[in-house]
C-alpha cells in the first residue's frame, strides 16, 4: 500500500510546477483529479516535440506531469460549474491551485470560502512570488523566477553574462517543495484534525534550491560568483577533456583528491594532498589542474570514469539526457516505469514496499469528465444537458493515441 492510498486531490494548476506537485502525490498513491477550464486546456497540452500530440492536447510537455491523473473539464466561472466543485471538495482532503489572486476570486477557490466548506482541507496555493510582499500580484515564470532570485547570476562560466538553467528548474523544486509542504500538512492534520493554507512562492523555493549560495550571500554580503564547470578552489572539482569524451570529476575532500591522484599514477601528489590543510588546496589548484589537464587524455572518459569510481572518487562521462536514459543504472533504480507503451520518470525516490508506481497515462481533455460526475450521482441526461451548456466537457475520444518519437 502506497502512503497516500484513499486520499484525493483536486488539482487545478497548470504548466510545470502545480502539476508536477500533483503528479508526485498522485505516484504516492493519491488520486488526483485534474480540473482544467472547458475552453481553456492547460497551455501544455499544445507544447512539446511532437506537432501532432501538441495537435491534438496531449503534447509531450503536459505528458511529463499528467500521468496517473483523471482529467474533468469544468467551467467554474458558471453557478453550475462551482456548485459541482464544491461537491466535489466534499469528497477530497487537498486542493492545489496556481491561479492568479484575481482568477482566485472570479473562480470562487479562495481559501475562506472552501475552508468554510471543509474546514478539514489542505489548501496549497502556488505562485511566482506568493501571496505577500510588494510582488505578489506579479506574474512569473521559471525563467523570470532565475532572474530575479539569482539563479542566472551563479550560473555561466567566470566573468561571462549571466546563463539560465537549460531545465525547468525552479519549476519542478517548486513542485517536490509544495508537495513536501502538503505531505507535511496532511501529518498535521492526522494528529490535530485541523485543515491548513499552504503559500508556496517559487521565488522562495528558488532560493532553498541553491541555499548553501543563499547562506553565503546572506552571512557575506556578496554573491559567489559563476565559475563554470570549474571549482575556482578545487583541481579535482571540475571537467576534463580525455582521448575521448569529457569527464567531471566530484573529488572534493582530501581523502577523495588524494584518490583521484593515486589512481591517475601520481602517488607521491597524493601523499602531499593528504597531508595539506584543507585551508591550503586552494592554493595548489593551477599545479593540480595542469597535472591532471595532461594525464587525463590519456585515456578516455569512459575508461576514467571506471577507474576512478573503482578508487572511490566521485566522477562520469558527461552524456546526453537520451543516452543516459538508457543507463542500466536508471533501470535497476525504476525510476522510469512503463504504462502502456509509453514511459515515464515516476519519482526519486523508492520505497521497501508501496515505492512510488505511475497508474495510468496521461489522460485527454476532460476524458473523464462524465465518470467524475457519475461518481457525483450526476446522471446521464443532467451530463449532456451540462455538456450542451458549455459547463463541462467531454471528448468523443477518451484518449487521443500517443506517437513513438
Known amino acids: 500500500m502506497r502512503p497516500f492510498e484513499g486520499l ?40 512539446g516535440a511532437d506537432a501532432e500530440l501538441n495537435a491534438a492536447g496531449m503534447g509531450l510537455s503536459f505528458q511529463a506531469q499528467g500521468g496517473g491523473k483523471r482529467a474533468l473539464a469544468l467551467d467554474l466561472k458558471s453557478d453550475a460549474g462551482r456548485a459541482i466543485f464544491d461537491r466535489l471538495l466534499a469528497t477530497a482532503d487537498v486542493v492545489v491551485q496556481n491561479y492568479t489572486a484575481h482568477a482566485v476570486e472570479e473562480l470562487g477557490l479562495g481559501y475562506d470560502r472552501l475552508a468554510a466548506l471543509k474546514p478539514d482541507l489542505i489548501y496549497c496555493a502556488i505562485s511566482g512570488f506568493g501571496a505577500t510582499g510588494p510582488k505578489a500580484a506579479h506574474p512569473a515564470y521559471d525563467v523570470v523566477i532565475q532572474a530575479y532570485a539569482g539563479v542566472m547570476a551563479a550560473n555561466g ?42 503559500d508556496v512562492a517559487m521565488a522562495d523555493c528558488a532560493l532553498m534550491l541553491m541555499n548553501s549560495h543563499t547562506a553565503t550571500t546572506l552571512a557575506t554580503g556578496v554573491a559567489p560568483r559563476p565559475h563554470g564547470n570549474r571549482d575556482p578552489s578545487l583541481a579535482g572539482y571540475a571537467t576534463y577533456e580525455t582521448a575521448e569524451g569529457t569527464l567531471m570529476i566530484g573529488a572534493h575532500t582530501n581523502a577523495q583528491m588524494a584518490n583521484l591522484m593515486r589512481a591517475v599514477g601520481e602517488d607521491a ?16 589548484r593551477e599545479g593540480d589542474a595542469a597535472l591532471l589537464a595532461g594525464v587525463l587524455r590519456g585515456k578516455t572518459a569512459a575508461e576514467w570514469e571506471e577507474i576512478l569510481n573503482t578508487h572511490h572518487v566521485p566522477a562520469a562521462r558527461v552524456r546526453g539526457l537520451s543516452e543516459a536514459l538508457d543507463e542500466p543504472q536508471f533501470g535497476a533504480r525504476n525510476v522510469v516505469q512503463q504504462v502502456g507503451q509509453d514511459r515515464f520518470a515516476v519519482a526519486g525516490f523508492t520505497y521497501d514496499r508501496g515505492t512510488p508506481s505511475l497508474d495510468s497515462a496521461p489522460r485527454a481533455h476532460g476524458a473523464d469528465s462524465r465518470a467524475v460526475l457519475e461518481e457525483l450521482g450526476i446522471d446521464a441526461a443532467t451530463f449532456n444537458d451540462l455538456a450542451a451548456r458549455g459547463v463541462v466537457f467531454s471528448p468523443s475520444c477518451a484518449r487521443f493515441p500517443r506517437t513513438r518519437p
Not at 566573468?159 to 498535521?188: E, H
Not at 601528489?269 to 595548489?284: C, F, K, N, Q
Open 157 to 198: 562560466e567566470a566573468g561571462s553574462d549571466p546563463v539560465r538553467v537549460g531545465p525547468a528548474m525552479v519549476d519542478y523544486g517548486t513542485g517536490a517543495q509544495a508537495a513536501l509542504a502538503i505531505s507535511a500538512a496532511l501529518y498535521g492534520r492526522a494528529l490535530t484534525g485541523q485543515g491548513r493554507r499552504i
Open 269 to 284: 601528489v597524493a601523499d602531499e594532498l593528504a597531508a595539506t590543510p584543507r585551508a591550503e588546496i586552494a592554493g595548489r
Open 8 to 47: 484525493r486531490v483536486l488539482d487545478l494548476t497548470h504548466v510545470f510546477a502545480g502539476p508536477f506537485c500533483a503528479y508526485q502525490l498522485g505516484v504516492l498513491g493519491a488520486k488526483v483529479i485534474k480540473i482544467e477550464p472547458v475552453d481553456r486546456p492547460d497551455m501544455t497540452r499544445a507544447d
